[in-house]
């Protein structure tokens, strides 16, 4: 396979803007949902057999009880979801007696997560110590990692390259998310958080591969220009990247269609942003420093 | 074959053995009772609340509303997981834990974790019936009207029983309170102080009763004598002879599975596990051949490796861990994947087929190196974060990630040495 990455970059590019504007446009609008690990507040779900009862039917139970409404959303077939503000322990207690008079209630199927404001900030906090370390740690071992390629563009253009890949990598199933969050309820919580971690540590690879490739045949071919070797590099390491890709994409499908509710938004955030990791790799971060390359004309 | 090559082959095929053993510890051991009493050892899976169910209960004290001082407060901490703990162990949970927990701000909590529980509202509701107990000696301000009181530093944490009693005259119900030794030597403190004034007794932040202190008492006995009827009283004295709470306590978080529910989470990410382990392995040998069925086998292995591992250490295996173990089979394999294309490259360029699969091995080494790196990075970064979803996956994932390179390097590489010949 012998494929002109080069040539076709600016198309690439351009669907890559095109991406990372739409998603910033979609973030501004929508905004995203926080979940209630951030928020604080209570959620509560529990299966039926049979039918469910209907949101006004609860809502009007929670009034009485002197509790705000709640959101109440189906998931599947047999299972509803309670979101609502901070409740204590009685009143949780006498929501579920409640729920069970409203039908056959599926014995131990209850779930029932609370979250203080206290612990919500506090999360919040953690989560920011978090997502800045990994973003240093990753910055050291780009650093590390690319000190060896200086030929002929510096190693920190390699590095920046890298690193705008990943931002597009992170922040477009952000933007998919504040999409999901509209029309289907979809909240950043904490396996949110740590799958667009994951993605992180997972997508820098792909791109480190190809450019290891590049210092691989810039030190042995002499002869070669810049644009012949960056598009060899990318050709002969396209399987590569493409099939392990795929295999860890293969999995993660799994796990979103049978690995139940919990896990799938999830294991979807894994997808988009692994995916993405990998055509960024390809068609994003050489290009780019081969764009970098023609505009300082370092050609001559 | 090279001496070297029979020996790794013969050290993956015991490994192989061993763990698969581990993981399917009944079918060794069915076999052994056909000859023998005697038994494998069987290490069974450790199980987080979101898959057997239970329940993760974050408490905060209250030392606002207490009269401990701060230096004190890591003792009343330990105290109180004391009581905590006597608490969850009288409602018969299964190994029940309980911590301390240290937060931001100086604030100190109490993490309860209750797994295998039917009731788990039951234990929780017990835990929240835990009396606080103190008492509070009358303020010298002669010139307020009403009785007013301050804090001293005796309290439930110093209780050693309760009883019931009847008051000889009036045959009022009362409360027999009996402190430890330290209760009592602090007991005999404050009576002396406070002669002729009043020593009131608080439960909940609750004025329960004020006697006059007529003189010293020493022995660590007081009485609580209170408009209560027996059956009140008798409450009490079973909910103070389980504990009575040095600080008040308030439920800040918790989060609560029930059994049959984290039963279907078990199940359907087993499901998406196997499904996952065998889309792999089709895709390893629709694009690899006979490679690729080298490296099916490989993982497999791997998946034992993992699931052995799992049982031994132990690591007790959350929602977010299943998740971290079924991305790694696809990382795993991302290994294999190095080392078969870079052959094929060497291949292409005319290397003979030995010489190709060496190199192959030898180039990608690298990449599969430094590929993982940068997710063990994160994973480290992770689990200092602490949040149990968080930990469980960091956890999970790392492990994952170091057996794999592991198994791409011993077990494969054996493996293609050993059966890819031309």
Avoid at chain 1, 207 to 215: L, W
Avoid at chain 1, 228 to 237: A, D, G, M, Y
Avoid at chain 2, 171 to 181: R, T
Avoid at chain 2, 327 to 350: H, P, T, Y
Wanted: aromatic share 10%; hydrophobic share 45%.
């Amino acid at each position: 396979m012998k494929f002109d990455f080069i040539k076709y970059r600016r198309i690439f590019y351009g669907l890559s803007i095109g991406l990372t504007i739409a998603t910033v446009i979609l973030i501004a609008s929508f905004g995203v949902k926080w979940g209630i690990d951030f928020t604080g507040g209570s959620v509560l779900s529990i299966s039926y057999n049979g039918p469910l009862p209907t949101s006004q039917q609860i809502n009007s139970e929670l009034l009485n009880l002197g509790l705000k409404e709640a959101v109440v959303q189906q998931q599947g077939e047999k299972t509803i979801v309670l979101k609502m503000q901070n409740i204590t322990e009685e009143n949780h207690q006498q929501i579920v007696a409640k729920l069970k008079e409203m039908g056959s209630v599926v014995e131990g199927s209850e779930s029932f997560e609370s979250i203080g404001p206290v612990i919500g900030n506090e999360l919040k906090g953690k989560i920011k110590t978090v997502v800045a370390l990994s973003l240093l740690s990753i910055l050291i071992y780009i650093a590390i990692a690319f000190r060896k390629i200086s030929r002929p563009v510096k190693s920190y253009i390699y590095g920046a390259t890298g690193i705008i890949a990943l931002f597009h990598d992170v922040m477009i199933p952000i933007g998919v998310w504040a999409i999901l969050g509209k029309y289907y309820g979809y909240e950043i919580t904490i396996p949110i958080i740590t799958a667009l971690l994951t993605v992180f540590g997972y997508s820098i690879n792909d791109t480190v591969v190809v450019f290891d490739r590049i210092r691989e045949n810039l030190s042995r071919e002499k002869t070669a220009s810049f644009k012949e070797i960056v598009n060899r590099s990318l050709n002969q390491t396209f399987a590569r990247s493409v099939n392990t890709s795929a295999t860890v994409l293969i999995v993660l499908t799994t796990l979103f269609l049978f690995g139940g509710t919990s896990l799938r938004p999830f294991a979807l955030c894994l997808i988009v942003g692994i995916g993405l990791g990998t055509y960024s790799s390809i068609f994003l971060a050489s290009p780019l420093v081969y764009s970098y390359y023609k505009l300082r004309d370092l050609d001559k | 074959m090279e001496r070297k090559v029979k020996n790794n082959l013969i050290f993956v095929g015991i490994l192989a053995v061993v763990v698969f053993c581990l993981v399917f510890s009944n079918i060794p051991n069915k076999g052994l009772s056909f000859f023998t009493e005697k038994r494998m050892p069987e290490f069974p899976f450790k199980l987080g609340l979101d898959l057997q169910g239970g329940s993760h209960l974050v408490y905060q004290a209250d030392f606002a509303s207490s009269s401990i001082a701060s230096a004190d407060q890591k003792e009343a901490m330990q105290g109180l997981r004391d009581v905590i703990e006597r608490r969850v162990n009288l409602f018969g949970v299964s190994e029940p834990q309980v911590a301390i927990q240290e937060a931001g701000g100086g604030a100190q909590r109490l993490v309860v974790d209750l797994s295998g529980v039917t009731d788990i509202n039951k234990a929780i509701e017990m835990i929240g019936k835990t009396p606080y107990l103190d008492f509070r000696q009358q303020t010298v301000d002669f010139n307020a009207e009403n009785l007013t009181f301050e804090p001293t530093t005796l309290n439930g944490r110093y209780l050693k029983k309760a009883d019931l009693g009847f008051n000889q005259q009036t045959m009022a119900p009362e409360i027999l309170l009996e402190f430890n030794p330290e209760g009592a030597e602090l007991f005999r403190q404050i009576t002396s102080q406070n002669v002729g004034k009043r020593l009131a007794i608080f439960i909940d932040n609750s004025l329960i009763s004020a006697p006059n202190v007529n003189e010293e008492i020493s022995g660590g006995k007081a009485q609580i004598t209170g408009q209560f009827t027996v059956q009140e009283a008798r409450e009490m004295v079973r909910n103070f002879n389980s504990g009575a709470l040095p600080v008040p306590i308030n439920l800040i978080s918790q989060n609560t599975v029930g059994p049959s529910l984290g039963m279907a989470s078990l199940n359907t990410s087993l499901k998406a596990g196997i499904f996952g382990f065998l889309a792999v392995c089709l895709f390893m040998i629709a694009f690899y051949r006979f490679g690729g069925f080298l490296a099916s086998i490989a993982l497999a292995i791997y998946a034992l490796i993992l699931l052995s591992l799992f049982k031994i250490i132990p690591i007790t295996l959350t929602l977010a861990g299943v998740g971290a173990a079924i991305l790694s089979i696809g990382m795993a394999v991302d290994a294999n994947v190095l080392i078969f294309e870079r052959q094929k490259e060497e291949r292409k360029k005319g290397e003979n087929f030995k010489t190709a699969m060496e190199n192959g091995f030898k180039r990608a080494w690298p990449s599969i190196r430094d590929s993982n790196l940068t997710t063990l990075l994160i994973a480290l970064v992770m689990f200092v974060f602490g949040s149990s979803f968080v930990k469980g996956f960091a956890v999970a994932l790392s492990l994952g990630v170091l057996v794999s390179m592991f198994s791409a390097i011993i077990i494969t590489r054996t493996l293609v040495r050993v059966f890819v010949r031309k």
